[in-house]
């Protein structure tokens, strides 16, 4: 009887069996005669100790020539997927470049993007929503859910840089501010020159988005700079005086909080028909264009905003 | 025009208005802003498909004072309100199952930048749902996956770290094929309006002006939107993305963010391309092919892990195998069965994340099999669920995955024999590999240890906790027992989308 029981015991039912109610990884049935179950037992333990080991602990040499070759596996597995990659790029490469010759013509006047879409907005634009930039008008106006969309993309992109680099309070290194305090003097000085003009063109840019090209995004980008500019040339003590975290979140959520009740309110009565009480003034106009100047502002705090913090969050730390 | 019309308008702005109110709050209120505005949101689309219900066919809500071809808008019909309403569902049961876990993963002061992220995830959603334009769908899917990210490595591990950074290259070339292909279609057709493109898309095919960047078009928006979902061959990110994860950010995972592409593509497969043409390009042939080795391969892969979080994780690669078989069998009833599946495994997997935390609770926080044993007897309510869950993915009767699975079976009856056969077989494997881990997982975690250590001590959970679990498993039953009602609104929806 004895000798049936052992046939059971290393049996693949019995493995299986084991495996069922939980006592055997399916991994270790195949390769575990019987006679080794002692050391099994050992590794067991080994493992139970330290769950989540990074290398197995090597004991006989049957052992490690396996790792050996298993060594040697990854290693043509490595050389394969290098070429495989390769093979890959280049076969999409091929497809596009390919595509390409069926695409039409760039620019072309009978391509398809030429209907009355895009004549609606050269012909119409204008008088519907009142500016001269045709582009601020296409995107805030008629697309303008669409850039809403955008504008959050950049806030929830600061928000994911912050939970990968925001520090507690404490964390934040004193060392840094005072190192950073004492600038270069070259940078320093052309920064006291250049610093008021980047910011002044910028709010130029940014108040007149619905005049010439520009806008929001553009003129924010610039106010940002100016900042970043600032801040390394005289150190984020001083930068602190006027920009601080509080005014951040105060500027921030203020901005896309205004922005999203524009918004509301122009898609609301858009959709269910009511007239807008904004009006469009005269086009040309610095105050013209109804919504739009507004918008564009609040996106553009939107935008500097976000350029300071991801440089502020990737040097310190926090704001 | 009647008020209600309005609801899907504003679930979505009040999801995306949230998010930065959120950022001055502090942990606990952001927390209570985004558990009410899940549940108004839920509260909102069930009134909207109610609403829905009685009307002859899908309504418009023009985005802005310009109509359709000019301005944005979206489209409502039943399909739509349905999918916002049980992703809602969803969503809340997932936050609330999780919350004490979330505590203790999340640092506090990160705590309000979660529910951001929470906030944003649920309004691209929504708008993915319901969205009747091209490019607001790309923008909103860039929102998906940032939150998605940020979702992932809230927990602060190197381990999060490494999952976010494998999450992010690899959802962000699925974004970039994506674009590649909107930027196509809107080169050969001139139209971002889901229902313009299709008008134009049918006369390029039949005129056979451009029909090579059409179907170029098409195969890069399908292998987009394959790899941002883990389809078999790109799901090299998903176990990591799923298993460290704190567990609400698992079960919104694994039941919602790549449920949302789906959908995406299956407006794009109806709304935009039309299935003939979609049929036609082939794409539904690879999608078919890469969907039955998932639903081998990720089994294959559940059954050799022993942590059990990564044997949930790798059985959603064969879950999501299911859904794109479905899309490629190329009859109507496939991609019924598919858009059902969605929900099946949404609740089902979500509600065995949630159970899953709560049985490691009670064994020292650790997942291996082996320190799990008995824990369902220490943690009854998580047990049970887990039990639940598992019969559901295994396919028996009373649970949701059974009537999936025998729908696709039916729809397999329809289709070209080749994949009649390859169906059947593949779905017969599927069903037995899955019940080798997850019967076996229910059978351990309700065997009692040999040398038992918690002897005397029964843990209690939490009433909220308790809560959502029974609702999840009412969720579940429902699906399998009370089915007819959805899948008659599936179809019309999907036969409105056409």
């Known amino acids: ?319 | 025009m009647e008020f209600v019309r309005n609801f899907p308008f504003f679930c979505i702005m009040l999801a995306m208005v949230s998010g930065p109110v959120s950022s001055v709050l502090s942990g606990k209120k952001a927390r209570v802003l985004s558990l009410s505005v899940v549940t108004i949101c839920e509260i909102l689309s069930i009134a909207t498909l109610y609403y829905t219900l009685d009307l002859d066919g899908p309504f418009v809500y023009t985005m802005g004072r310009f109509p359709a071809p000019f301005g944005n808008e979206i489209r409502v019909g039943v399909l739509e309100a349905f999918m916002a309403t049980s992703f809602c569902l969803i969503m809340l049961l997932s936050l609330t199952g999780g919350l004490k876990y979330l505590v203790k993963d999340v640092p506090e002061e990160k705590m309000n930048l979660y529910f951001i992220m929470i906030n944003l995830l649920l309004a691209s959603l929504l708008v993915l749902i319901y969205t009747n334009d091209l490019f607001t769908g790309y923008v909103f899917v860039e929102i998906n996956t940032i939150s998605a990210c940020g979702l992932i490595m809230i927990r602060g591990w190197g381990r999060n770290i490494l999952a976010a950074t494998k999450y992010m290259i690899m959802s962000l070339l699925g974004s970039g094929l994506v674009l590649i292909s909107v930027s196509i279609i809107y080169g050969i057709t001139g139209h971002l309006l889901m229902h313009n493109v299709h008008e134009a898309v049918l006369k390029i095919v039949a005129e056979d002006t451009y029909t090579e960047p059409l179907m170029l078009a098409v195969g890069l928006f399908s292998v987009g939107i394959a790899i941002k979902s883990a389809l078999f061959p790109f799901h090299a990110w998903l176990p990591d993305a799923y298993s460290y994860s704190t567990c609400s950010s698992s079960s919104i995972l694994s039941s919602l963010v790549s449920k949302g592409y789906i959908l995406f593509l299956l407006k794009f497969i109806y709304r935009v391309v039309g299935t003939d043409v979609f049929r036609l390009s082939g794409a539904d042939d690879v999608l078919f092919i890469f969907g039955i080795v998932g639903m081998i391969m990720g089994s294959v892969d559940a059954i050799q892990q022993t942590d059990m979080r990564r044997m949930i994780a790798f059985s959603s690669i064969a879950q999501i195998g299911y859904i794109y078989m479905g899309f490629g069998l190329g009859v109507e009833a496939g991609m019924v069965a598919a858009v059902f599946h969605i929900l099946a495994h949404a609740s089902a997997k979500s509600m065995l994340f949630v159970s899953a935390n709560g049985l490691a609770e009670v064994s020292g926080q650790s997942m291996n099999y082996r320190n799990l044993r008995g824990s369902g007897l220490r943690n009854r309510s998580a047990g049970a669920a887990f039990v639940v869950g598992s019969l559901s993915m295994v396919g028996i009767p009373l649970f949701a995955g059974f009537t999936s699975k025998v729908y696709f079976a039916k729809a397999a009856m329809n289709a070209v024999t080749t994949k009649e056969i390859i169906t059947l077989i593949a779905l017969a494997i599927s069903t037995v590999l899955n019940a080798m881990y997850f019967i076996r997982m229910a059978i351990s975690v309700f065997t009692p240890k040999m040398n038992e250590e918690y002897e005397d001590e029964r843990f209690r959970t939490g009433t909220v906790y308790r809560l959502s679990v029974v609702v999840f498993v009412v969720i579940v039953m429902i699906l399998g027992v009370f089915s007819n009602p959805i899948f008659d609104w599936i179809e019309r929806g999907l036969t409105e989308f056409s």
């Open chain 1, 1 to 319: 009887m004895s000798k049936i029981r052992s046939d059971y015991e290393t049996s693949r039912r019995a493995a299986f069996r084991r495996y069922v109610s939980g006592e055997e990884d399916l991994k270790s049935i195949d390769y575990m005669p019987m006679f080794e179950k002692q050391i099994a037992e050992e590794k067991k333990e080994d493992e139970r100790a330290t769950e989540h080991y990074l290398v197995p602990p090597l004991k006989d040499p049957m052992e490690d020539a396996k790792l050996h070759a298993e060594l040697l596996g990854m290693k043509w597995f490595r050389r394969l997927y290098v070429v495989m990659s390769v093979a890959l790029c280049l076969c999409i490469i091929g497809a596009m470049v390919y595509n390409v010759a069926f695409m039409p013509a760039f620019g072309g006047t009978d391509a398809p993007t030429n209907n009355e879409v895009s004549e609606r907005y050269l012909e119409k634009g204008q008088e519907e929503t009142g500016v001269v930039n045709m582009v601020t008008g296409l995107i805030l106006q008629y697309r303008g859910f669409d850039t809403f969309g955008e504008t959050h993309v950049l806030f929830i992109a600061t928000i994911a840089v912050m939970i990968l680099l925001r520090m507690g309070k404490k964390e934040i290194p004193e060392e840094v501010d005072g190192e950073e305090s004492e600038g270069d003097v070259i940078l320093r000085t052309i920064a006291r020159f250049l610093v008021p003009m980047i910011l002044l063109f910028g709010l130029y840019v940014l108040v007149n988005g619905h005049l010439s090209p520009g806008g929001g995004f553009s003129g924010g980008a610039v106010i940002g700079a100016g900042l970043i500019l600032y801040s390394a040339a005289f150190g984020f003590t001083s930068t602190a005086r006027f920009f601080n975290e509080k005014i951040y979140d105060i500027l921030k959520v203020g901005s896309l909080g205004l922005y999203s009740l524009l918004i509301i309110y122009y898609l609301f009565t858009g959709a269910n028909g009511i007239d807008s009480v904004v009006p469009l003034g005269k086009v040309g106009a610095i105050i013209s264009s109804g919504l739009i100047l507004p918008i564009n502002v609040l996106v553009g705090i939107e935008v500097a905003c976000t350029m300071y913090a991801f440089y502020a969050l990737f040097r310190k730390g926090g704001l």
